[in-house]
């Protein structure tokens, strides 16, 4: 393997190319804006915009066998960050088709540019997150993805709903932020380094024997969980959650619901598992007691809810609880060290990321589907999608398809992420935990599939009053019903892609200065 | 050619699907092109595996990817072949292909004519992926895909209410068996940690390398053998066979005589170096064989309707081909399913051919005299009922004559042999004259039916056409297995069952050593036959060939005395002893001890658990919990207030909990 090499006089560049095409996306969409003549704007922008993240995506390609760190180990392209970006890439590329034609049809009243600049940068946020090897780079990184997302929150800026749901979801946001921040600047107080590695490795070996220390840790460690327990939408700090997708525009929805908290659980993954590995017996209890909590209350509370957005927003809730498990079932064994052996729950962050993936194709079509419906004047409350399936079969299909896939039914891979997070946590010994997700997704097949029986076995009474043709986002929805139905039977192949995520960890070892014969490549 | 294995399945698949959703809207009276041409497509790459591997020798695989894996549990979907799956290939896509062809004169005019033209070919991919599939889970759905596809079939008249019931019945029972597959591949996978036979880390390698404990292995055994009850229609699950018939008269022919209900037989073939380490599991296999051969053959004896009186048969020879694998001669147990396929698919469409001739008349006392209006039908029916009834030189002459002096020539439970044989060849008189009586009484002596209503004729030629190939073949097949147990059909076979052909000459070596210390030249001559390959000698065989034959033309001539020259007569036979005549005419009683034993006790069972249980307990419960959880959420969703201040509220008082808690329980320094 071609180690890290610590003495290279500048940064690496060629490591950086996936994050550095997404920022020169950014940067060609503000110019392009600026001078691409208003009629043809929306074929290019999305264009553009398109060709940028499938560039992207190919060149996440060409960097996912590097393994190496570069910027002083702020920016790491190991197993973990290719797969994050991955799952980000593939999010973006369906948000940009679910929102062109919704776009498009407001186009007379909101500049279209600004949507794909934003997103850009968002997506470019979430990209840093995903590739951060230090506390600034992921504060810089969570910042820019929510700064982003702010904004389009309020997109529609004439809709009430919206600008309250933007503002909420900004004052909250800053709150957390801030939290975030004071557990950085503790976790930095204790180690004297923001680099993830250093942390692990200062901290681990400080905190056996010395009380206060171990206080002060704790602290840190708690405030970090707060602070991205808000971005992930973690009960009890999830309360913006259904305002701010339900005020958003559908398509934005879709993106908020998976991008920004595709952001913080990389972040969570990079702060508790990279960083603070060594305190995972300290940690894994929160997040698995606030992970039921928090499955439970996003599935009951879905259960009274009427209007889609905000059932599925509280059904984002749930499946954050769900992702959650595969947190919490990650298991480092007594004695600090960056020994791979000691680590007994690494399937545990596996079933996470691919739950995550999952999850983009689940969430994004829901919304997808429901941004089509709108398109053609209905509303979003269940009476609008009643007796759907007889008057336009193939959207209620779809629809089916992913009401099902989020219910976790084979063969579709909403049920492969479910197993293998219930698999995760079996392993780690907590069979509670696994029971809890079954419950909870027991509860869930409630609210989901009422969305289904209404669409099949209730009559129409609410018709499409427009008439539009929306191409692109009909090929979305199409290409993620192909996911649902395909992704799951070949789950096996795109586990072992996410089970890469450990050489996040012996990269590690590299940048430490440890010796480099101890490199394994997994 | 191993890339293309995926093909052989596929095809029928495609036309399945297309048949289902485009030629159903488009082109339903067409729906037979895409369908034959598929299986014709697979027939000819089936022949190029067959060429390939009778070059090589060595098996094809294809692995085509993985479906779950989790912990050591790995479920890979893989294509295998080897000399059994090359045999069961071209057996399975050649029948196919001829019932293909046969259905388009016999269903003409079908309401639904697309939809057998979906379901059939549909049929043919899971039959060939149960076929080609490299592990035991890929089997199993296989294994449930012709489930589903029979049941289909069989209840393709949904509209008539005996179809609906024979359909569910054959599904119900069947499940019984799977059962008891579905439990052995979990044994299988505890025991050896895969469940993919073939391979390096396969079932079989790490049975040939460790060492695992006979009482495992007999389980095993049994638990695969359940399903094999059930599919290939044993004792005492065969109920549902005679039933099928209530389907298309070609899906009789293809599914429940030439290839699903081989499948058993296929499968215990299949796993036979298992078998080869449990003893007592094959014991089971050949006495169950055994019986079910006899009670088939006993059955078939007295009933009238045409179609039932091959479903028995086919129920008896499946029995024999149970006995055969029961005692380790499993290349003869192939080559008489091969034999069986052909010979039982020809009948089973001649039969077809009658019912369509005679305008859906069944019962054959109403026939008689049919020789002259189909002569086509006559003479094909004629050579596969004695290729059936093991005349020389036909195909199932000599697949049974092997059977016999397998069973006689069993190494494994000498004692039993015996006995074993003198049913065996009991059942071959009685299949001799069940099959003549059939003969007879459709195309010989005067017509019973009223002659002025009904005109018999001879089918059209896209129906005579696949009988006279498969009577041809059913002519010319035996020469494969000659000379017998040597054949080019065993040459062929044999690196199949090269561990199991070892264990059991291990077994005669031990016996021969024996035997030396009693008298020396004997012992000789029989270890100088043992290098040649084959240990039965040629006195054994021609004495038995010679029996067989007396006893099979000793039924046709019962049989000839009875309903040509009525020495006796068969009426009055009946009267007088009626216990007799009811007993084999009610099939031994066995849908009435299982409907008093079974499926009485448990209706009442499940309306008890319906009505106390399910409704009031259960229903009960659920609806509590439900209301339950109702009411919860319409209290928490008052939590959300819309307040922005109420919502900072919830994040800091979730932090100050979270803080406070921790510090209190699990931080020493307030302690």
Known sequence: MDLLNLDLSGPQWGLVWPQLIVFLLAVVLVFADAFIPKHRSFEMLTGISIVGYLLALGALYWQHDKHAATFQGSFRADGLTVFLSLIILVAAIFSVLTSANYLKDYGERVPIGEYYILLAFSVLGALLVSSAGDLITIFVGIELTALATYVLTGYTKRNAQAVEGALKYFLLGIFASAILLYGMAWAYGLSGSTGLDNIRANVGAAVEGQEWFEASVLLALLLLIVGLGFKIAAVPFHMWTPDAYEGAPTPVTAYMSVIPKAAGFAAMIRLLVQGLGPLSEDWRWLIAVLAVLTMMLGNIVALSQRNLKRMLAYSSIAHTGYMMVGLAAYREGTGFGNDLENIIGTRGVSALLYYMLAYVFMNIGAFAVLTWIQARGRGVTLDDVSGLASTDPLPAAAMAVFMVSLMGIPPLIGFYAKYYVILAAMEADMLWLAIAVVLASGISAYFYLRVVAVMYFSSSDVTNTRSVRTPLLNASIILLVIGNLVLGLFSAGIVDLSEDWTNALTVAQTTDGADAAQVTNP | ?671
Not at chain 2, 14 to 39: C, D, M, Q, T
Not at chain 2, 231 to 257: C, N, R, Y
Not at chain 2, 560 to 588: C, E, Q, S, T
């Open chain 2, 1 to 671: 050619m191993d890339r293309y294995l995926v093909l052989i399945p596929l095809l029928p698949l495609l036309a399945s699907g297309f048949n289902l959703l485009v030629s159903r809207k488009y082109f339903p009276e067409k729906a037979h092109i895409f369908a034959i041409l598929s299986v014709a497509g697979s027939f000819i790459l089936s022949l190029l595996v067959f060429r390939e591997i009778y070059d090589n020798e060595g098996p094809l695989h294809q692995h085509l990817w993985s479906w779950i894996a989790s912990g050591r549990f790995h479920a890979e979907i893989g294509l295998f072949a080897d000399q059994l799956t090359a045999v069961m290939l071209v057996m399975v896509t050649f029948v196919s292909l001829l019932v293909h062809i046969y259905s388009v004169g016999y269903m003409h005019g079908d309401a639904s004519f697309y939809r057998f033209f979906s379901w059939l070919p549909l049929f043919v991919f899971t039959m060939l992926v149960l076929v080609l599939a490299d592990n035991y889970l890929l089997i199993f759905f296989g294994w449930e895909g012709v489930g589903l596809c029979s049941y289909l079939l069989i209840g393709y008249y949904y509209k008539r209410r005996s179809a609906g019931n024979a359909a569910k019945k054959a599904f119900i029972v069947n499940r019984i068996g799977d059962v008891g597959f579905g439990l052995g591949i979990m044994l299988i996978f505890t025991t050896f940690g895969t469940i993919s036979f073939a391979g390096e880390h396969g079932v079989f390698s790490e049975l040939s390398h460790g060492d695992y404990s006979t009482k495992t292995l007999t389980a095993i055994g049994l638990l695969l053998f359940t399903g094999a009850v059930g599919k290939s229609a044993q004792f005492p699950l065969h109920v549902w066979l005679p039933d099928a018939m209530e389907g298309p008269t070609p899906v009789s022919a293809l599914i429940h005589a030439a290839t699903m209900v081989t499948a058993g037989i296929y499968l215990v073939a299949r796993s036979n170096p298992i078998y080869m380490q449990a003893p007592d599991a094959m014991m089971v296999v050949a006495v169950i064989g055994a019986f079910t051969a006899f009670m088939g053959a006993t059955i078939a004896t007295v009933q009238n309707d045409i179609k039932r009186v091959v479903a028995y048969s086919t129920v008896s020879q499946l029995g024999y081909m149970a006995l055969a694998l029961g005692v380790g001669a499993w290349v003869t147990a192939i080559f008489h399913l091969v034999a069986h396929a052909f010979f039982k698919a020809c009948l089973f469409l001649g039969s077809g051919s009658v019912i369509h001739g005679m305008h859906e008349e069944q019962d054959i006392q109403k026939m008689g005299g049919l020789r002259k209006f189909m002569p086509i039908t006559f003479w094909t029916f004629l050579i596969a009922s004695l290729a059936n009834a093991g005349v020389f030189p036909f195909a199932g002459f000599w697949s049974k004559d092997e059977i016999i002096t397998g069973a006689w020539e069993s190494s494994i439970f000498p004692r039993f042999g015996d006995l074993l044989t003198v049913v065996a060849l009991v059942t071959a008189f009685i299949s001799a004259y069940y099959m003549f009586r059939l003969v007879f009484l459709t195309f010989f002596g005067k017509p019973r039916f009223d002659e002025s209503k009904i005109h018999p004729h001879e089918s059209p030629s896209i129906m005579t056409l696949p009988l006279v190939i498969l009577a041809a073949v059913t002519i010319v097949f035996g020469a494969v297995g000659y000379p017998p147990d040597a054949g080019r059909f065993h040459k062929f076979l044999e690196p199949v069952f090269a561990t199991a052909q070892h264990h059991e000459e291990a077994v005669i070596a031990e016996t021969a050593t024996h035997e030396e210390e009693a008298g020396e030249t004997g012992a000789v001559a029989e270890a100088a036959e043992h290098e040649e390959g084959h240990h039965i000698s040629n006195e054994t065989i021609i004495t038995f060939a010679v029996i067989s034959t007396i006893l099979a033309l000793g039924g046709i001539l019962l049989s000839w005395l009875v309903f040509m020259k009525r020495r006796i007569d068969p009426v009055a036979f009946a009267v007088d002893h009626p216990g007799l005549y009811n007993f084999l005419y009610k099939k031994w009683y066995i849908d009435e001890v299982y409907n008093a034993e079974v499926v009485f006790p448990m209706r009442r069972l499940a309306m008890y658990l319906w009505q106390i249980i399910d409704v009031k307990v259960i229903d009960g419960t659920l609806m509590g919990v439900a209301r339950g959880f109702g009411d919860l959420s319409q209290g928490l969703r008052t939590l959300q207030t819309g307040l922005v201040r109420n919502y900072a509220l919830a994040i800091a008082l979730g932090m100050v909990l979270i803080i406070g808690i921790y510090f209190a329980a699990f931080s020493s320094l307030f302690r």
